[in-house]
């Protein structure tokens, strides 16, 4: 009974919550269909017209809005393309990095390249030159052996000296003045003869004269300087007057001739010569400026066969001697 009880209980609490559950469904459709009533009705009314300006200004955010998506496609690509620019100035500046020093090393060889060039070329042109000039040399030397084969045959005479054995000079002397290249005859001879005749006429009382300087000339463009000793012997009642040095002085310094002029036929020089003895020496004073001139007027006293004396003088030394001094040494 008890579990029957029970039983009838549970079934008449599951009928009154299903009531409720089915009240509620009710209710919520009941909703729905107001609720879908008054959409039908609101749908089926006819829209108020927007004004112009809400329409022109839908058209231009449209308008805008699709430029915004255009100019965000746009920025997209050129953030593409810059990337793209980043990455090819990057290889860019590797790329001339690289060219800047390929570069360099070219212009070294280059440079190189230029000086070795340049070296070879001045080689070849010394090289040519040196040809040039032995070339030259050789076609002189083949064109003087071509003269000499052809040129005629000449004996040439040679001009043999004696051996050189000195000897002092004890006859007659003339002497010649070798200076600036010109030989001149000193008249001693002449020069003493007046001088000995000044002395004769200027002696007066022999006792009462004195050693004194005394000058003759000039003749034939020379002057004599000298000095007269008096030495008086008392007891045996002698006095000897006697020249005790003496200095032959040109008028000027280019007295004389030249070589050529000397050697000539008519000249001054022949003159002298031809009146001289066999014995006769001819002593030249020869300053250094005319040691040539001296080689060729010896040749020819030696061709003439005439001894020949030389007494060397340093430059600006007078021609003089004295009664100390020695005698000339002919060849």
């Not at 990095?97 to 440079?111: Q, W």
């Not at 032959?248 to 001289?276: I, K, N």
């Amino acid at each position: 009974m008890m579990r029957r009880r029970l039983k009838q209980t549970k079934e008449a609490g599951q009928d009154s919550f299903l009531d409720i559950v089915t009240n509620i469904v009710g209710i919520l459709i009941i909703l729905v269909m107001v609720i879908g009533a008054r959409v039908q009705h609101l749908s089926l009314k006819s829209p108020d017209r927007p004004p112009p300006e809400i329409s022109s200004l839908a058209a231009e955010a449209a308008r805008l809005e699709e430029a915004v998506v255009v100019a965000e496609s746009d920025l997209l690509e050129l953030d593409d393309q810059a990337a793209q620019l980043t990455l090819t100035v990057a290889d860019a500046g590797a790329a001339r990095m690289h060219l800047a020093t390929v570069v360099s090393a070219a212009r070294h060889d280059v440079a190189a390249q230029r000086a070795a060039v340049d070296g070879k070329r001045a080689a070849a042109a010394e090289a040519e030159s040196r040809r040039e000039k032995l070339k030259a040399e050789i076609e002189k030397c083949s064109l003087e052996a071509e003269g000499v084969a052809h040129a005629p045959q000449e004996t040439e005479r040679l001009l043999a000296y004696p051996t050189p054995i000195g000897r002092t000079v004890t006859g007659d002397e003339i002497h010649f003045r070798l200076a600036a290249g010109r030989i001149a005859y000193i008249p001693l001879t002449e020069l003493f003869e007046a001088a000995k005749g000044r002395t004769q006429r200027n002696s007066g009382s022999l006792a009462a004269m004195q050693s004194r300087v005394e000058t003759v000339g000039p003749v034939q463009d020379f002057s004599l300087d000298y000095v007269v000793e008096v030495q008086i012997n008392r007891a045996a009642g002698q006095v000897m007057v006697r020249s005790r040095e003496w200095v032959a002085r040109p008028a000027r310094r280019d007295v004389g001739e030249t070589l050529e002029h000397a050697l000539a036929r008519q000249s001054r020089f022949r003159a002298v010569l031809s009146g001289v003895r066999p014995d006769t020496t001819v002593t030249l004073w020869c300053y250094p400026d005319s040691f040539a001139e001296y080689r060729a007027i010896r040749e020819e006293l030696h061709r003439l066969d005439i001894p020949a004396a030389c007494r060397p003088l340093p430059e600006g030394a007078p021609i003089g001697g004295s009664t100390e001094g020695s005698k000339s040494v002919a060849q």
